[in-house]
């Protein structure tokens, strides 16, 4: 447990610590249409997300979960499908299971050895201040190297920071992403 802690919260303390803080009004080009960002009534001081990638041998899948903090993916939702969403409603589930993988298609691709692949959406969770995505990619043998592209909540902030962990083969390798840097690759 305070291995998992340190590893959600060390980042970002250290960032607090040194007076880090986001901007209070951005505007940036986002795709083809202009995004324009407002300060944030977030109750945290920084913008983080963690995506977890596993390669299942047995299974021959990857196995990914994003973290992210709840509030700010609500926003991000509401942003980018002009809906308000509650990701603890039971009433809000059902559309929440369409905007969810929308979302994440279009913020998060992989490729792996050179070709490009899809994810099958898992489902999601709430769990206090964090939100959590579930992806699968199917069929995977043996993995050599794997190519990220996450953009995810960088529609929300441009002080966004995403954190990629890859395991393969039982070897661990970790990439920090600051905004505006989308891109990681992996090699194993």
């Known amino acids: 447990m305070?291995?998992?802690?340190?590893?959600?919260?060390l980042v970002p303390a250290l960032w607090f610590l040194?007076?880090?803080?986001?901007?209070?009004?951005?505007?940036?080009?986002?795709?083809?249409?202009?995004?324009?960002?407002?300060?944030?009534?977030s109750p945290h001081p920084f913008y983080i997300a963690v995506t977890e990638i596993n390669h299942n041998i047995k299974e021959k899948t990857l196995e990914i979960s994003c973290k992210l903090f709840a509030d700010d993916f609500e926003q991000a939702l509401k942003?980018?499908?002009?809906?308000?969403?509650?990701?603890?409603?039971?009433?809000?589930?059902?559309?929440?299971?369409?905007l969810i993988p929308h979302?994440?298609?279009?913020?998060?691709?992989m490729g792996i050895d050179g070709e490009a692949v899809k994810f099958s959406?898992?489902?999601?969770?709430?769990?206090?201040?964090?939100?959590?995505?579930?992806?699968?990619v199917d069929e995977v043998a043996a993995v050599k190297k794997i190519d990220i592209t996450n953009t995810i909540l960088h529609d929300f902030t441009q002080s966004q920071t995403n954190i990629i962990h890859v395991v393969v083969n039982g070897k661990r390798q970790s990439i920090k992403l600051d905004y505006p840097a989308h891109e990681a690759s992996f090699n194993f």
Request: hydrophobic content about 30%; charged content about 25%.
């Open 2 to 9: 305070a291995a998992i802690l340190c590893k959600w919260f």
């Open 103 to 109: 979302y994440m298609a279009k913020h998060l691709g």
């Open 121 to 136: 959406f898992i489902g999601y969770e709430k769990e206090k201040e964090s939100a959590y995505c579930y992806l699968q």
């Open 18 to 41: 040194v007076g880090w803080s986001a901007p209070e009004n951005l505007s940036f080009q986002y795709s083809k249409s202009p995004v324009r960002i407002e300060k944030t009534n």
């Open 79 to 98: 942003n980018n499908y002009k809906t308000g969403v509650d990701l603890s409603s039971e009433k809000d589930k059902a559309t929440l299971d369409k």
